[in-house]
């Protein structure tokens, strides 16, 4: 056999074994993620009350049960307005509740900003760290396709709220955001039988909870058949940034007929007082200064609809992570209840706390699942790092 013909028919089975080798290798891996995944099994959860599927073609996860105690880790994003900063505290309230505490080796929180190259490094940081449960409130919704991946190979429950995951393979859980939006579309459409010109603040850009919200405001309103003309800013879900955007906004367009914000509800009433504009109705978020103002300046024409979610969701998905890890059958997608108030309705020390601090988002419960924090219990810890 002439010498490069030999030499051919070595390399040609040095790649063949290299190629089986690889077969093999993925095969391996494949089969490894596999056993690592949850499987999908009937319902209903373990926890009906608390852990209520989306919709009834939701798929019921059960992942093999880990010994405890275990090693959690919340990987949030952006911190820059009051929900996020109640979040955090709220969850190191949660952690550190007797019953969660015993099932807890280490408790883990970063926040890493606006950069969701940061938020995915950090995650996947935590999956190689070999944390058991790994919490995130999502900068982007497709964005963290590859540490899903990672997670279900590794066998880490992956639990996504507020801002949840466009998938299917990692656990969701969230209240209806684009039918929070439907909701104070509706109570506008309701306060403005002619249409009108609308103030919208929206959140923060990018995010699942911005998109949706926005959405089911925008859908309402053109639903309605009236004629309303929006005019948008971004507010980041914050109050000085809603209040400048707001204020800018008025004098740039100097009469609305009606206002709603996703968050930074505060600030935006704020504005309109601070400009001397007419108050006109409101479509916002929970936070305790907001409900405040709806209270105080009704006489003033500041008719109200206040409805959103508590940062305390962060505990829903907790109890969730540590149901799943339990070896308990969840949900793959869990839908939480809203918490909302309207004119006539708000009640000083029932809805609103005028004794409380304006930043504080009322509704931080969620009775069905036994989480229920004051703001004394929490507003009082850290949202630093940790």
């Given at each position: 056999?002439?010498?490069a ?9 040095h ?15 494949a ?42 880790a919340l ?35 970063v ?14 940081n ?6 058991d ?16 991946k990672r ?20 656990i ?10 439907k ?7 309701k306060?403005?039988?002619?249409g ?51 204020a ?43 409900r ?9 024409g500041?008719a ?22 339990s070896?308990?059958v ?22 609103v ?21 004051t ?12």
């Open positions: 056999m002439p010498p013909l030999g030499g051919h028919a070595m390399i040609g089975q790649y063949t074994h290299a190629c089986a080798a690889a077969v093999l290798l993925a095969a391996l891996g089969s490894s993620a596999q056993a690592a995944s949850p499987k999908i099994v009937a319902g209903p959860s373990a926890d009906a009350p608390c852990f209520v599927p989306w919709t009834d073609q939701t798929k019921y996860f059960q992942y093999a049960k880990k010994p405890g105690p275990y090693r959690v990987a949030n994003g952006f911190i820059g307005n009051t929900w996020r900063i109640q979040m955090i505290k709220t969850a190191k309230a949660y952690a550190e509740q007797p019953d969660v505490k015993k099932q807890l080796k280490e408790f883990k929180v926040s890493t900003g606006d950069d969701i190259a940061a938020q995915i490094s950090a995650v996947n935590f999956i190689d760290s070999g944390y449960a790994v919490i995130i409130d999502a900068q982007n919704p497709t964005a963290f396709k590859s540490a899903v997670a279900q190979a590794a066998g880490v429950v992956l639990v996504a709220f507020d801002n949840t995951l466009e998938t299917d393979e990692a969701n859980v969230n209240v209806d955001q684009e039918g929070l939006g909701y104070w579309g509706d109570w506008l459409v306060n403005l039988p002619k009108g010109d609308v103030l919208e603040v929206r959140g923060v850009p990018g995010t699942s909870v911005d998109t949706n919200r926005h959405k089911g405001l925008q859908d309402t309103l053109k639903a309605s058949g009236k004629p309303f003309d929006v005019v948008e800013v971004v507010g980041k879900w914050d109050d000085g940034t809603a209040q400048k955007v707001s800018d906004a008025i004098a740039v367009h100097k009469h609305f007929d009606g206002m709603t914000a996703q968050g930074g509800s505060t600030g935006m009433v704020r504005a309109f007082l601070d400009a001397g504009a007419p108050l006109v109705p409101a479509g916002a978020e929970t936070e305790n200064g907001f405040k103002l709806c209270l105080d300046d009704q006489s003033k500041l109200c609809a206040s409805g959103g979610t508590g940062p305390a969701q962060v505990a829903v998905a907790m109890k969730t992570a540590l149901a799943a890890l070896g308990e969840v949900p793959q997608s869990i839908r939480l209840p809203l918490a909302h108030v309207e004119d006539p309705d708000f009640k000083a020390g029932v809805n706390f005028p004794d409380q601090t304006d930043n504080f988002f009322v509704g931080n419960s969620f009775p069905t699942c036994g989480i229920n924090f703001a004394q219990e929490i507003m009082g810890r850290s949202e630093a790092n940790q």
